[in-house]
């Protein structure tokens, strides 16, 4: 059974969002689970709109996402001389000739055939035949070389997303497979590529259904049967457009720098067009043992910020806290925020994190939350008159006193707190929201005694003085 190879060939003319990362995914995630191999080609032949800047983000990305690779990145601009050695065979073998129409002349045309409602087409003024006179080759003109395009029947192939495909070749003119400079055009480039990396299986934006009965015809004309092909529908943004720079979508790099864990993301774009059963939330090892060509969706995928968010809720709930806790100091570092010795070391931060992570979708709002106890906190000035009455104050005195001679742990803390109320008659309510409020600057936390726990004791006896 020959070995299942994959690639990703994005262009490197911008950010890459989430729409475009997805194209990444899936051959990344089959090519795992085939025990195949997962190859990265930059397609920079656009050498004006690309730049080294957006190489660099698309390869950020995916080590961000955990999206290794097996053979590249491979660079277009590279392979140029592979190019053009591929054209100067096909000439040998008469599969391409050179047309000398210029611009003017092509546009004419268009406009004559679009006057009779005729598709707009190239009218192979230049192919030669048996028995046919070419016109005389015009003198100064560097012509383009066009792929000699099969007549007559018709290119099919069984797309594994959209089904059985099939496209008259008479629907298809000549392709310019190479400028009037030499240069090779992209169709082409990517024909060479995909016969010289082997690729097995082609998943990419169905944007590209188009070029794929040309490349269908130039590889086998080249001798060779073509790769099996999916193509994805597009990754709609919340407001029903394709999801585009444009239209708002941010870098995948920013879902990180907010916070966001990978495996939250690898996740929830896994399921933007893929499924497996009615299973929302999976681990990337259950996508890679589960994930499969028959499953993927064949309508477009709508991007949901608040389903991410819930996505990646259940990831930090299940996180390990050893992993969250170097995340946090990470957004705290980010913050320039100075972390106690207690908490840049050890488990009290892996205990922290254990408390607070429910509460949380990123590591940004979990580095929020535990900034009690890094930086000093300011209660909201109205809630803390209004939670901490006279009546209150004499109890948040005794449990005070009793805290700073208690042995420091949650047993002895919870004890402190019953023993408080019993000698003011409080319930926990009339107790708890004032001390929260004083020590960690906000009203609602976790159980208060776990809460506490996690201070250094000289810390809330210094937040809990209340003159």
């Not at 990754?235 to 966001?260: C, F, I, P």
């Amino acid at each position: 059974m020959t070995q299942v190879r994959t690639r990703f060939a994005p262009s490197p003319t911008g950010f890459i969002h989430l729409g475009n990362i997805r194209s990444a995914l899936y051959p990344w995630a089959f090519a795992r689970a085939s025990k195949g191999v997962f190859i990265l080609r930059i397609e920079d032949t656009d050498v004006e709109r690309s730049s080294q800047e957006a190489v660099d983000v698309i390869l950020e990305s995916m080590q961000w996402l955990g999206l290794d690779i097996d053979e590249g990145p491979f660079y277009q601009m590279q392979r140029m001389d592979r190019y053009k050695a591929a054209l100067q065979d096909m000439v040998a073998k008469g599969l391409v000739y050179p047309c000398y129409m210029s611009t003017t002349e092509l546009d004419a045309l268009r406009e004559r055939q679009m006057a009779n409602k005729e598709k707009p087409r190239y009218d192979g003024t230049w192919r030669p035949e048996p028995g046919k006179t070419l016109p005389p080759v015009p003198e100064g003109v560097q012509p383009v070389l066009r792929f000699k395009n099969p007549v007559g029947g018709s290119v099919v192939w069984d797309d594994k997303v959209k089904g059985r495909i099939e496209i008259s070749n008479d629907e298809l003119d000549d392709l310019v497979i190479a400028r009037p400079d030499g240069t090779p055009t992209y169709n082409f480039c990517v024909v060479i590529d995909d016969l010289d990396m082997a690729i097995t299986h082609v998943i990419r934006g169905d944007d590209h259904v188009n070029n794929t009965p040309r490349q269908i015809n130039i590889l086998r004309a080249l001798g060779h049967e073509p790769p099996v092909y999916a193509h994805l529908p597009t990754v709609l943004n919340e407001q029903g457009e394709k999801m585009s720079k444009r239209h708002g979508a941010k870098a995948v790099t920013q879902y990180r720098d907010e916070g966001y864990l990978a495996d939250a993301v690898v996740n929830y774009l896994a399921r933007l067009g893929w499924s497996h059963g009615d299973d929302e939330i999976f681990s990337r090892q259950q996508l890679v043992e589960w994930f499969n060509l028959d499953h993927l969706g064949k309508s477009a995928g709508q991007f949901d910020e608040a389903k991410l968010r819930w996505v990646a809720q259940q990831h930090m709930k299940t996180t390990a806290d050893e992993v969250l806790a170097p995340l946090v100091r990470g957004q705290w570092a980010a913050r320039g925020v100075q972390v106690p010795a207690a908490l840049a070391s050890g488990d009290l931060l892996n205990r922290a994190c254990a408390l607070f992570k429910d509460r949380c979708s990123t590591t940004v709002e979990l580095a929020d939350w535990l900034s009690m106890y890094v930086t000093d906190v300011q209660p909201p000035a109205e809630e803390l008159v209004a939670q901490l009455t006279d009546a209150v104050k004499p109890a948040v005195a005794a449990l005070r006193e009793r805290l700073a001679t208690v042995t420091w742990d949650k047993a002895s803390i919870a004890l402190a707190l019953k023993e408080t109320l019993a000698q003011f008659s409080l319930k926990m309510p009339q107790l708890a929201i004032p001390v929260r409020l004083l020590v960690c600057g906000r009203s609602q936390t976790p159980s208060v005694d776990a809460v506490l726990e996690l201070f250094e004791r000289e810390n809330v006896l210094k937040r809990l003085q209340l003159t």
